[in-house]
Structures are given as structure tokens and as C-alpha cells.
């Protein structure tokens, strides 16, 4: 089966940028329609979405991070990576990749119903921590 | 705005049942969602995806003691004969316009 598996340095200094790449084992990251997610958990918080790629680099960015966050895919790697930067005692956290299954469902708003579709997370990586400290 | 309302912990005893709830925001009650467990020290894992009417597709190895319901605008993960290892926080999550929405997050203490 699939499997996802998150790497990068452990600590990075304030004001740097934070580098992390995830592996992914079991089947091609090209062989279907997947996005590919990272996330974080601070300690002693919940998780946060950061923001997803698919194959062809199509990208959505948590707005909380835009302007700091870029992700990017290496297809002959088999890996994802994430790059965030100016990075503060705030990034601390663990992170997390996972892949993005696309479902769809009717959504229904007063009389008027759509076929649409949602995404959500069915595979995940054990994470990596990353402390953010001089 | 799609927000996902969790209660933040909930406790039951050993071999009991537990039933866990995430609340859609207004407007959006038909949205799916997904649970997430996530055991101390350990990565998420998805436990199942869940539709507005109740029906709901188990992750790979996920035991049907993990089951999934819906009413109106609230999503229920009920977990039966309650194991140890159940202990653990537990996440909804859905999509929203170009971003994924996660719930606070429910602290499940068994004990």
C-alpha cells in the first residue's frame, strides 16, 4: 500500500526557511488524479492545513500562510516538497504529508442541489518535527 | 465561512461506546466530512468518510467498531467496545472553497 514518509532538518533558525521533503513509496505519485497535502500540529494545539500540490503543480495555499509557503513535485523522485519561509518560534510543529482522495456528493443549498466533489486525507506520513529556535 | 465545531475532550469506560460529534457551520449541512484518529506520538490515520445522510466508507483496516452517522448539520464518529487504544484525539475535516477545514479536535480519555 501506499506510504508516505516526511523528512528535513529538525531545526531551523528564526528568519530562515524550513525544507522538507516527503517520500512516497507503494505506487506512483503520477499514476492518479491525487493532490498531495502538508499539515502541521503545533504542541498542544490541532491540525493545521498548510496547502496542497497535484502532479501538474497545481497548488491552494492555506491564506494564513500565503506569501510564505511554495511546494513543488518531483516526479522521477517520487517526493513532494515543502519550502516555508521567514519562519518564526510559531512554525514549531510537527509536520505531516497525506494524500488528498477526491469524492463527490451533492451539495445543497434551499432548493437548488449540485453534483461537486470534496476532497480529504486517506493516507498519511508519521511526520517529522521541526523546531524553530536560535 | 466553513467551520467544523468539536467538543474538546470526551471520556468513557473500557468496552463501553462513545459517540463523538462535529458540527458544520450554517449554510453548509450537507457537507461530507472525514474523521481522523490520531494516537499519542503517532501520525493521523483516516477512519472513514462520512455523507450528509449517514452512509460512510471505512479506511483500509479500520474495524467496523468504528461506525459513522449524520444529522442535519451534525456528524457523529460512534466507537463501540472501546479498547485502550482508542485513547487518542480525533479530527473532522472536509473541503471548503480551495482549503481544507479541520475541527478542533476531540481528546478522547478511556477509562
Redesign the interface.
Known sequence: ?VQLQESGPGLVKPSQTLSLTCSVSGDSISSGTYYW?W?R?PAGK????IG?LDTSGRT?Y??SLQGRVFMSVDTSKNQISLRLTFVTAADTAVY?C?R??K?G?????GMISTNTY??????????TTVTVSS | QLVLTQSPSASASLGASVKLTCILSS?H??????W?Q?QPE?????LM?L??DGSHRR??GIPDRFSGSSSGAERYLTISSLQSEDEA?Y?C???GT????????TKLTVL
Open positions: 500500500q497535502s499539515i500540529r490541532g491540525l493545521e492545513w496542497r491552494n492555506n491564506p505531516y497525506a488528498d482522495r469524492a456528493f451533492t451539495l445543497v443549498r470534496y476532497y480529504y486525507m486517506d493516507v498519511w506520513g508519521k511526520g | 449554510g449541512s450537507s457537507y461530507p466530512i472525514a481522523h490520531q503517532k501520525g493521523p490515520r483516516f468518510a455523507n450528509s479506511g483500509a484525539d479530527y475535516q472536509t473541503w480551495d482549503i481544507h477545514v479541520f475541527g478542533g479536535g
